[in-house]
């Protein structure tokens, strides 16, 4: 089974700072991992994706995610906060061995302050 | 619009009445999800479709529901005798499944469901 543990429901950032979000799974088999945003009233837009490629990962909007199998750990970066940024964050995890649905965290709501 | 479409995207109902959701996905793509999203939570997977195919339905998904994709396209969801407990947020997602590659599900706004 797989679950995904996404911790802090609300972050609050500066605009220019650090964006960090921080996500831990657990799978019985390799995963493949995932981060989606979710603007209001919109649908989920993927930001980045795990498939065992590399460990480091880049996505759109300078948001990267490092897989760290030791820590379980698939946390999400941003070097600089934009307003644009504040939306809910949500990290997902799927089997390698029959990937497809997805098992989604609580999700991080983050707000981003002038 | 290429993107994945739902409709409608609100629907207010009252308990014991039927609904149904319709899904229209990415054209070429082969693979449908249904998932459901309540407040203050992530999306939870309902069912799948590869092709017109069910493939897999999950627990969340009880007798009330049931969904179809008759000719591979488009989608319903049909919730049967609503309950309280069914006001949420469905979303739907579609994907072009290669072999050997790991699908990006492209999401649909959402059809958010109010049930009194």
């Known amino acids: 089974a797989q679950s995904v543990t996404q911790l802090g429901s609300h972050v609050s950032v500066s605009e220019g700072a650090l964006v960090l979000l921080r996500c831990n799974y657990s799978s019985s088999v390799p995963p493949y991992l995932f981060w989606y945003v979710q603007y209001p009233n919109q649908g989920l837009q993927l930001l980045l994706k795990?498939?065992?490629?590399?460990?480091l990962v880049k996505g759109i909007n300078d948001f990267e995610a490092e897989f760290k199998k030791s820590e379980t750990s698939f946390h999400l970066t941003k070097p600089s906060a934009h307003m644009s940024d504040a939306a809910e964050y949500f990290c997902?995890?799927?089997?390698?061995?029959?990937?497809?649905?997805?098992?989604f965290g609580a999700g991080t709501q983050v707000v981003v302050t002038p | 619009d290429t993107g994945v479409s739902q409709d409608p995207r609100h629907k207010i109902t009252k308990r014991g009445q039927n609904v149904t959701f319709r899904c229209d996905p990415i054209s070429e793509h082969n693979r449908l999800y249904w998932y459901r999203q309540t407040l203050g939570q992530g999306p939870e997977f309902l069912t799948y479709f590869q092709n017109e195919a069910q493939l897999e339905k999950s627990r969340l998904l009880s007798d009330r529901f049931s969904a179809e994709r008759p000719k591979g396209s488009f989608s319903t969801l049909e919730i049967q005798r609503t309950e309280q407990g069914d006001s949420a947020m469905y979303l739907c997602a579609s994907s072009l499944v290669v072999s050997g590659r790991v699908d990006e599900q492209f999401f649909g706004p959402g059809t958010r469901l109010t049930v009194l």
């Open positions: 795990y498939t065992s490629a590399a460990t």
């Open positions: 997902a995890v799927t089997r390698t061995d029959s990937w497809g649905k997805l098992q």
